[in-house]
């Protein structure tokens, strides 16, 4: 059963970095497109990004765009965000995602999703 847990979320002051992990189990890792989406309190969830299978293909969200770093480590069925210069308006439930088309494009269906982890930005 393919299973993606979040991790490295937690309080963090308006200026500072923060980086989540998504461990990845139960699928083949390496061949899925990885994504992370947002949800802030009261809400819709919003993509952020998505990185393709290979790493090769990043297709950014217009949210953060320029404020983050999306990575992975197939050896390791991990992927990686990176965010800078956070501001209390990015609080919210990070998720990651997975889909099975291996593409980094908008519009993907992701298979499986994470649990998510809490980031919370204190001003």
């Known amino acids: 059963q393919a299973q993606l847990v979040e991790s490295g979320g937690g309080l963090v002051q308006a200026g500072g970095s923060v980086r989540l992990s998504c461990a990845a189990s139960g699928l083949p890792f390496s061949r899925y497109a990885m994504g992370w989406f947002r949800q802030a309190p009261g809400k819709e969830r919003e993509f952020v990004v998505v990185i393709s299978w290979s790493g090769g293909t990043i297709y950014y969200g217009d949210s953060m765009r320029g404020r983050i770093t999306i990575s992975r480590d197939n050896a390791n069925n991990t992927v990686y965000l990176q965010i800078y210069s956070l501001k209390p308006e990015d609080t919210a439930v990070y998720y990651c995602?997975?889909?099975?088309?291996?593409?980094?494009?908008?519009?993907?269906?992701?298979?499986?999703w994470g649990q998510g982890t809490q980031v919370t930005v204190s001003s």
């Open positions: 995602a997975a889909d099975r088309s291996g593409r980094a494009a908008p519009g993907l269906s992701y298979n499986y």
